[in-house]
C-alpha cells in the first residue's frame, strides 16, 4: 500500500521535484541545524554522499534502522523527494 | 540596495526584469509584519537565498520570547534568558529591521503605515502576526483579569510567564492549580497539556500535595495516550484532566474570588488559574481584512497569498491551514515556500511547485522524558488546503520505552537550538 502509493506519486512528479530539492530539504534544518551540519544531539547530514542518505532514508522509512522519528518523517516523502533532497546534502560542505 | 533601484523598481518591474542589466534578478521590497516564528524565519531565509530581496522586517519588541520552551520555565528547567533572542543577527544579514507596530496596510498604495506615523512601501508583504487573545469570550475574562489569571500563551517579555511562575512558588502544599482549556483551533495544540506535565514536575518536587485540574472545552487532545500514561507514571494522583463530556468547559471566571465557573454552573475555587482562552489571528489581520467571519485568514496553499488582498501572504498561526497545526515549525516551514514563491512572482516566474510542509511538536513531560508528533503535509490540486501525507508521520510510540523518552528530550533541545538558530542566526 505504502509503496504503491509513493511509486505513483514519484513516477508522475519526478522531473520537477529534483529542482525543488534545496526548498525540501529546509525543512530538515529545523532538527539538523541550519546548514544540516548538526545540532546538539541530533547529527550532522550536509556533506554525506547522496548514496548514504538514500540508503538511511530507505532503512528508517522499512523501520530496518532504530529511530526515535526519523521513520515518521522518512516515510513522509516519496523517492524522487528522497534522492532530490540527498543529492542537495550531498552538495553542502 | 541603492535607492536609486529601489525607486527605479517602483516605477516599473516588468520592464526592469526583462533589461538585459539584471543579469540576476531586480531588487524587490519584501516587507514582513511580525517578527515571531513565522516573520524572522521568512526575514532570515530570504536574506540567505535570495540576496537581491530587499527585506524591512516590521517588529514592535527587541527582544522576542520564545512561546516554545516557556513551559520549561515553570518547571525550573529554563530561564527567561534562554529562551529570548534579538534581532542584531537578522539587520547584520541585510534586514532593515523596524521596532515599531504596523497599525495599517494599503494595499492599493502598497504601503505599511507604521505607529510612529512613517510609511513603509512594498512589492510583496509578508504577514506573520500570530495570534489574538479574544478578552470576553470567557466571561469575566478581560485584559485586566490576565493579572491575576495568566495565559501566558502570547510570546510578550514573558511577564506573563513569570507571573505564572511567581504564583506557583507562591502556592500553599495542597493548594489547588487551575487550567482552562480552550476549544480548536488554537495556538499549538499539545501546548497546555506539556504546561501541565511541567507544572506536575515542579510541585511533585516543592508542594507535593498540591493538585491540578485541568478543566477542558474538548474530548480529546493530541498526544493524549503519551501524556496520560506518562502523568500516571511521573505524576499519579496529581492531575485530574476534565473533559467537556465531565463539565470541562469553563464558561466564566471571577478572578477576584478565584473562582472557575462550568458550563453547568459548577463554581471551583482555585488557588492559581491558567486560562488560555479562544482565540483568533492578530489584529492587524482583522482590521486589513485579511480574515473571514472566523477570525482567521484564508490563503493560497502554495504561495500563501490572502484570498482576499492581493499581494499580501500570511503565514504561521494567523492562517487556516488544517490538518496542520499551529506551531512554530509550521510557521517556519511555510514561510520559506511563501519567500520562495514571491522571489518567483517578483521575477515573473511560477512559485515552486509540489511543496512539502513539515511539523513537529516535541513536547517535555519530565525533565528527562519527551514525546513528539510529526506531521508531513502538502497543498491540495486546487490550492484551497492542505492533506496530510498518507502512512506518514504521527506521535510517539506507546508503553515502557525508557531510552526512547530520555533521547526525545535530548532531541527536542536540539530542534529548540537548530529552529531558534534558523530564525535568528
Ligand atoms: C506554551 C506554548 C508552547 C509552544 N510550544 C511549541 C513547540 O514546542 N513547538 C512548536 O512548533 N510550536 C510551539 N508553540 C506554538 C508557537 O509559539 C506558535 O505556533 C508560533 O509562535 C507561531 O508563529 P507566528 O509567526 O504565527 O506568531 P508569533 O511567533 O507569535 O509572532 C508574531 C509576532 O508578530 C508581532 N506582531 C503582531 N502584530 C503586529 C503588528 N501589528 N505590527 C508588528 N508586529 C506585530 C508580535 O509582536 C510577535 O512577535 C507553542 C506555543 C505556546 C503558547
Same mark, same amino acid.
Given at each position: 500500500?505504502?509503496?504503491?502509493?509513493?511509486?505513483?506519486?514519484?513516477?508522475?512528479?519526478?522531473?520537477?521535484?529534483?529542482?525543488?530539492?534545496?526548498?525540501?530539504?529546509?525543512?530538515?534544518?529545523?532538527?539538523?541545524?541550519?546548514?544540516?551540519?548538526?545540532?546538539?544531539?541530533?547529527?550532522?547530514?550536509?556533506?554525506?554522499?547522496?548514496?548514504? #542518505?538514500?540508503?538511511?532514508?530507505?532503512?528508517?522509512?522499512?523501520?530496518?534502522?532504530?529511530? !526515535?522519528?526519523?521513520?515518521?518523517?522518512?516515510?513522509?516523502?516519496? $523517492?524522487?523527494? #528522497?534522492?532530490?533532497?540527498?543529492?542537495?546534502?550531498?552538495?553542502?560542505? | 540596495?541603492?535607492?536609486?533601484?529601489?525607486?527605479?523598481?517602483?516605477?516599473?518591474?516588468?520592464?526592469?526584469? !526583462?533589461?538585459?542589466?539584471?543579469?540576476?534578478?531586480?531588487?524587490?521590497?519584501?516587507?514582513?509584519?511580525?517578527?515571531? @516564528?513565522?516573520?524572522?524565519?521568512?526575514?532570515n531565509?530570504?536574506?540567505?537565498?535570495?540576496?537581491?530581496?530587499?527585506?524591512?522586517?516590521?517588529?514592535?519588541? !527587541?527582544?522576542?520570547?520564545?512561546?516554545?520552551?516557556?513551559?520549561?520555565?515553570?518547571?525550573?528547567?529554563?530561564?527567561?534568558?534562554?529562551?529570548?533572542?534579538?534581532?542584531?543577527?537578522?539587520?547584520?544579514?541585510?534586514?532593515?529591521?523596524?521596532?515599531?507596530?504596523?497599525?495599517?496596510?494599503?494595499?492599493?498604495?502598497? !504601503?505599511?503605515?507604521?505607529?510612529?506615523?512613517?510609511?513603509?512601501?512594498?512589492?510583496?508583504?509578508?504577514?506573520?502576526?500570530?495570534?489574538?487573545?479574544?478578552?470576553?469570550?470567557?466571561?469575566?475574562?478581560?485584559?485586566?483579569?490576565?493579572?491575576?489569571?495568566?495565559h501566558?500563551?502570547?510570546?510578550?517579555?514573558?511577564?506573563?510567564?513569570?507571573?505564572?511562575?511567581r504564583?506557583?512558588?507562591?502556592?500553599?502544599?495542597?493548594?489547588?492549580?487551575?487550567?482552562?482549556?480552550?476549544?480548536?483551533?488554537?495556538?499549538?495544540?499539545?501546548?497546555?497539556?506539556?504546561?501541565?506535565?511541567?507544572?506536575?514536575?515542579?510541585?511533585?518536587?516543592?508542594?507535593?500535595?498540591?493538585?491540578?485540574?485541568?478543566? $477542558?472545552?474538548?474530548?480529546? @487532545?493530541?498526544?493524549?495516550?503519551?501524556?496520560?500514561?506518562?502523568?500516571?507514571?511521573?505524576?499519579?494522583?496529581?492531575?485530574?484532566w476534565?473533559?467537556?463530556?465531565? $463539565?470541562?468547559?469553563?464558561?466564566?471566571?471571577?478572578?477576584?474570588?478565584?473562582?472557575?465557573?462550568?458550563?453547568?454552573?459548577?463554581?471551583?475555587?482555585?488557588?492559581?488559574?491558567?486560562?488560555?482562552?479562544?482565540?483568533?489571528?492578530?489584529?492587524?489581520?482583522?482590521?486589513?481584512?485579511?480574515?473571514?467571519?472566523?477570525?482567521?485568514?484564508?490563503v493560497?496553499?502554495?504561495?500563501?497569498?490572502s484570498?482576499?488582498v492581493?499581494?499580501?501572504?500570511?503565514?504561521g498561526?494567523?492562517?487556516?491551514a488544517?490538518?496542520?497545526?499551529?506551531?512554530?515549525?509550521?510557521?517556519?516551514?511555510?514561510?520559506?515556500?511563501?519567500?520562495?514563491?514571491i522571489?518567483?512572482?517578483?521575477?515573473?516566474e511560477?512559485?515552486?511547485?509540489?511543496?512539502?510542509?513539515?511539523?513537529?511538536?516535541?513536547?517535555?513531560?519530565?525533565?528527562?522524558?519527551?514525546?513528539s508528533?510529526?506531521?508531513?503535509?502538502?497543498?491540495?490540486?486546487?490550492?484551497?488546503?492542505?492533506?496530510?501525507?498518507?502512512?506518514?508521520g504521527?506521535?510517539?510510540?506507546?508503553?515502557?520505552l525508557?531510552?526512547?523518552?530520555?533521547?526525545?528530550?535530548?532531541?527536542?533541545?536540539?530542534?529548540?537550538?537548530? #529552529?531558534?538558530?534558523?530564525?535568528?542566526?
Amino acid at each position: 500500500m505504502i509503496r504503491l502509493c509513493l511509486l505513483a506519486f514519484a513516477t508522475l512528479a519526478a522531473p520537477a521535484l529534483a529542482a525543488n530539492g534545496p526548498l525540501l530539504a529546509q525543512a530538515c534544518a529545523g532538527c539538523h541545524g541550519p546548514n544540516a551540519a548538526g545540532q546538539e544531539a541530533t547529527p550532522g547530514i550536509a556533506g554525506v554522499p547522496a548514496a548514504t #542518505i538514500v540508503a538511511q532514508m530507505n532503512a528508517f522509512r522499512a523501520n530496518e534502522r532504530p529511530a !526515535t522519528i526519523m521513520g515518521r518523517i522518512a516515510r513522509g516523502y516519496s $523517492d524522487a523527494e #528522497i534522492a532530490a533532497i540527498a543529492e542537495y546534502l550531498a552538495s553542502r560542505r | 540596495m541603492s535607492r536609486i533601484t529601489r525607486r527605479a523598481l517602483g516605477a516599473g518591474i516588468p520592464a526592469l526584469l !526583462t533589461a538585459p542589466a539584471f543579469a540576476q534578478a531586480p531588487a524587490a521590497r519584501l516587507v514582513i509584519i511580525g517578527g515571531g @516564528f513565522g516573520g524572522a524565519s521568512a526575514a532570515n531565509f530570504a536574506r540567505r537565498q535570495y540576496p537581491w530581496l530587499d527585506v524591512t522586517l516590521i517588529e514592535p519588541k !527587541t527582544r522576542f520570547v520564545t512561546c516554545p520552551y516557556g513551559n520549561l520555565l515553570l518547571a525550573g528547567l529554563r530561564d527567561l534568558n534562554s529562551i529570548s533572542f534579538g534581532y542584531e543577527r537578522l539587520a547584520a544579514r541585510g534586514a532593515r529591521v523596524i521596532h515599531d507596530w504596523a497599525d495599517a496596510i494599503d494595499p492599493t498604495a502598497r !504601503t505599511v503605515r507604521l505607529r510612529g506615523g512613517a510609511s513603509v512601501a512594498y512589492d510583496r508583504l509578508i504577514v506573520s502576526p500570530g495570534i489574538a487573545l479574544r478578552y470576553g469570550a470567557i466571561e469575566g475574562y478581560d485584559q485586566a483579569a490576565e493579572a491575576i489569571f495568566p495565559h501566558a500563551w502570547v510570546p510578550g517579555e514573558g511577564q506573563q510567564t513569570l507571573l505564572l511562575r511567581r504564583q506557583l512558588e507562591a502556592l500553599p502544599d495542597g493548594g489547588v492549580v487551575g487550567l482552562a482549556i480552550p476549544d480548536n483551533p488554537f495556538r499549538c495544540p499539545p501546548g497546555p497539556y506539556e504546561r501541565i506535565s511541567m507544572i506536575a514536575s515542579y510541585l511533585k518536587r516543592h508542594k507535593p500535595r498540591a493538585k491540578i485540574l485541568a478543566f $477542558d472545552t474538548k474530548n480529546a @487532545f493530541s498526544k493524549q495516550g503519551l501524556f496520560q500514561d506518562a502523568w500516571n507514571a511521573l505524576y499519579p494522583g496529581m492531575i485530574d484532566w476534565i473533559p467537556a463530556n465531565r $463539565d470541562g468547559r469553563i464558561l466564566r471566571v471571577d478572578p477576584a474570588a478565584r473562582v472557575f465557573e462550568s458550563e453547568f454552573g459548577v463554581r471551583h475555587r482555585v488557588d492559581v488559574g491558567n486560562v488560555i482562552p479562544p482565540q483568533s489571528a492578530g489584529g492587524i489581520a482583522i482590521s486589513a481584512g485579511l480574515a473571514n467571519e472566523s477570525g482567521w485568514v484564508p490563503v493560497d496553499s502554495l504561495t500563501f497569498e490572502s484570498r482576499r488582498v492581493p499581494g499580501i501572504h500570511v503565514i504561521g498561526d494567523a492562517t487556516i491551514a488544517p490538518p496542520m497545526p499551529k506551531s512554530g515549525y509550521v510557521a517556519n516551514s511555510t514561510a520559506k515556500q511563501a519567500v520562495a514563491a514571491i522571489a518567483a512572482l517578483l521575477r515573473g516566474e511560477a512559485p515552486p511547485p509540489a511543496p512539502v510542509y513539515f511539523n513537529t511538536c516535541y513536547s517535555h513531560v519530565g525533565a528527562e522524558y519527551g514525546i513528539s508528533i510529526v506531521g508531513v503535509f502538502r497543498p491540495n490540486a486546487e490550492r484551497t488546503g492542505f492533506v496530510e501525507t498518507p502512512n506518514s508521520g504521527g506521535v510517539s510510540p506507546r508503553g515502557d520505552l525508557p531510552e526512547q523518552r530520555r533521547l526525545e528530550a535530548l532531541y527536542a533541545d536540539a530542534w529548540y537550538g537548530s #529552529i531558534t538558530a534558523d530564525m535568528f542566526g
